[in-house]
Nanobody
């Protein structure tokens, strides 16, 4: 079992930045592929970014590539999402999630075994 807890959300003006954190506890954090998803009001949850278990590979949704950066610190059992040049359409609840490496698709939320409760990000225009 892995427990995930997001933090760092809040209200920011368009063009601003935030860094989200996701602290993991339970089983060995470094065993897991970590991902970030988001869900805006009235929309389905969508993939944001993912990072391999040793951070050798990172993946991004095309709409966030270049603005968002995912990273992880296995010594601190934490994964981060740095978000720059935020836009009002980035307003959503952001979730971190984890799965053990397998023949799964990192962009598919059904691949993920564990989820955090989410943190709200609101971008004002």
């Amino acid at each position: 079992q892995v427990q995930l807890a997001e933090s760092g959300g809040g209200l920011v003006q368009a063009g601003g930045s935030l860094r989200l954190s996701c602290a993991a506890s339970g089983r060995t954090f470094s065993d897991y592929v970590m991902g970030w998803f988001r869900q805006a009001p009235g929309k389905e949850r969508e993939f944001v970014a993912a990072i391999s278990w040793r951070a050798y590979s990172t993946y991004y949704s095309d709409s966030m590539k270049g603005r968002f950066t995912i990273s992880r610190d296995n010594a601190k059992n934490t994964v981060y999402l740095r978000m720059n040049n935020l836009k009002p359409e980035d307003t959503a609840v952001y979730y971190c999630a984890a799965y053990t490496p397998a023949l799964k698709n990192y962009y598919d939320q059904s691949s993920y075994d564990y989820w955090g409760q989410g943190t709200q990000v609101t971008v004002s225009s």
